[in-house]
């Protein structure tokens, strides 16, 4: 486990992850037609709170959503669908979780790249039924005018340096000889309302720039400084988001 992956077991951390946008529902349609296999069973790797699990459990047979922080799931429990029947939460590395399968789907959402490689490919793999894929996804907002300001930000608080915007987890699996890869895809933006207190609070779910590595008065500062970037954006105190997500799939190698 990193540095930084360990700010992930922070409660305010887990607090923070409600105000992150949600997936569109297009990814879920996605994901859902990627299932060929049956038991239509699905693994869901680093979970969280489950932004992929909750709105996925009622379209399949079932989820184990796996993730090592116990405050990320306690947090995913109490969210809306996280109590479904078709849900199973385990708090575990995943290189060594108990797996239930075999999964016809497993999904990564915003996660694989905390993971070590190897050994959490060796742990799916026999898990997983013949046409099983492994969907890498990510999203964010897209289009914001305001994103200069924030950068700054950002670079003057972040503790992730020498941050690569360039790097992409996928490339660097498959150079590994771990991905098939089979397709990709992009969702339609959708608009998210957001109020800016709920969007400033965000940040502090990223690992990054989670509460617990600023003093209080860091951590004003960044609050002030992305405050006053997006403020001139904003109408009665809302801003308008156009999240987009992309999804890239493919068959997993141990
Ligand atoms: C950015 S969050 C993504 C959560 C969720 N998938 C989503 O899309 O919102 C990354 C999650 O991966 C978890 N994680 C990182 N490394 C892990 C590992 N080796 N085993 C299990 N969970 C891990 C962290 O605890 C964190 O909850």
Redesign the pocket.
């Known amino acids: 486990?990193t540095e930084l992956?360990a700010t992930?077991?922070q409660e305010a951390v887990a607090e923070a992850?409600q105000h992150?946008p949600p997936?569109p529902d297009e990814v879920f349609d996605r994901l859902e037609a990627l299932i060929t296999d049956e038991p239509r069973r699905v693994l869901?790797?680093?979970?969280?709170?489950?932004?992929?699990?909750r709105p996925l459990a009622p379209r399949v047979e079932h989820v184990d959503a796996?993730?090592?922080?116990q405050p990320?799931v306690d947090a995913g429990k109490q969210r809306p669908g996280g109590d479904h029947p078709n849900l199973s939460w385990q708090v575990?590395?995943?290189?060594t979780?108990d797996l239930d399968g075999p999964y016809a789907l497993v999904?990564?959402?915003?996660?694989v790249h905390?993971?070590?490689w190897e050994e959490?490919f060796a742990r799916i793999v026999p898990h997983l039924t013949p046409n099983a894929q492994l969907v890498v996804?990510e999203?964010g907002p897209v289009d914001m005018p305001w994103w200069d300001g924030v950068m700054q930000a950002i670079e003057r608080h972040s503790r992730k340096k020498n941050h690569d915007p360039k790097f992409s987890v996928v490339e660097a699996i498959r150079e590994r000889g771990l991905l098939d890869l089979s397709g990709t895809a992009r969702t339609a933006p959708i608009t998210y309302r957001q109020k800016v207190a709920d969007y400033v609070e965000q940040f502090h779910s990223?690992?990054s720039l989670a509460r617990d590595l600023m003093t209080p008065e860091e951590a004003a500062d960044f609050d002030t400084t992305v405050e006053e970037a997006v403020r001139p954006y904003a109408k009665d105190g809302v801003l308008e988001l156009k999240i987009e997500a992309e999804l890239s799939w493919g068959r997993p190698r141990a």
Do not use: K, L, N, V
């Not at 796996?66 to 922080?69: M, P, V």
């Open positions: 486990m992956a992930f077991q992850y992150r997936y869901d790797i680093g979970a969280g709170e489950g932004a992929i699990a796996i993730d090592f922080s990320m575990s590395p995943i290189e979780a999904t990564a959402g915003a996660s905390w993971m070590p959490t996804i999203h990223t690992s």
